[in-house]
């Protein structure tokens, strides 16, 4: 089986899930700090690069996004 996140970088899944959630609905979702206190694309990266099971977290529910 191949990987659904082959060659999807992770600033597109934060992008999409953005564009498709809202920062508000994401911080309900999933309950980091950076998606709820001053919100941005470039401070989200920097954590989910430094944090694993946060990253996964959003990988998961990116991959029950385009499943829908």
């Known amino acids: 089986m191949s990987d659904p996140l082959h060659g999807v970088t992770l600033e597109k899944i ?5 564009e498709h959630f809202g920062w ?9 700090r950076c998606f709820a206190n001053d919100p941005s694309v470039k ?7 430094k944090t694993g099971w ?3 977290k959003v990988e998961k ?6 499943a829908e």
């Open 43 to 49: 401070s989200t990266l920097k954590f989910l690069r």
């Open 61 to 66: 529910l990116y991959l029950e996004m385009i």
């Open 24 to 32: 508000d609905e994401l911080s309900d979702r999933i309950r980091i």
């Open 54 to 56: 946060a990253r996964d």
């Open 14 to 18: 934060v992008t999409d899930l953005v």
